[in-house]
């Protein structure tokens, strides 16, 4: 079992940047693939990033790519997500989540995701 907090987001204008934090408590941080997905008011959740146990791999999907940056820090227990250049269609909450399945290199979809934090608001006005 491992608990989820994401932290850092909040109200931004168009062009600018936030940096969400997801920390963990409970089982040891490096079994888990790490993944941020956002969900828009009306809308499915959708994957925006995931990275590998060690930080070795990362996957965007294309709306974000160039634009945010995820890394880990293991001896922290926490996830990051740098966003740049943000837009208004970034709005949404953000949720971040952990896949305890050891076979997994990195993974995609909602229902991979053992685990998923409380989710923070992301607002972008144009």
């Known amino acids: 079992q491992v608990q989820l907090v994401e932290s850092g987001g909040g109200l931004v204008q168009a062009g600018g940047s936030l940096r969400l934090s997801c920390a963990a408590s409970?089982?040891?941080?490096?079994?888990?693939?790490m993944g941020w997905f956002r969900q828009a008011p009306g809308k499915e959740r959708e994957f925006v990033v995931a990275?590998?146990?060690?930080?070795?791999?990362?996957d965007y999907a294309d709306s974000v790519k160039g634009r945010f940056t995820i890394s880990r820090d293991n001896a922290k227990n926490t996830v990051y997500l740098q966003m740049n250049s943000l837009q208004p269609e970034d709005t949404a909450v953000y949720y971040c989540?952990?896949?305890?399945?050891?076979?997994?290199?990195?993974?995609?979809?909602?229902?991979?995701?053992?685990?998923w934090g409380q989710g923070t608001q992301v607002t972008v006005s144009s």
């Open positions: 989540a952990a896949d305890a399945d050891p076979r997994s290199r990195l993974s995609y979809t909602v229902r991979e995701y053992d685990y």
């Open positions: 409970g089982r040891t941080f490096s079994n888990y693939v």
């Open positions: 990275i590998s146990r060690h930080g070795n791999w990362a």
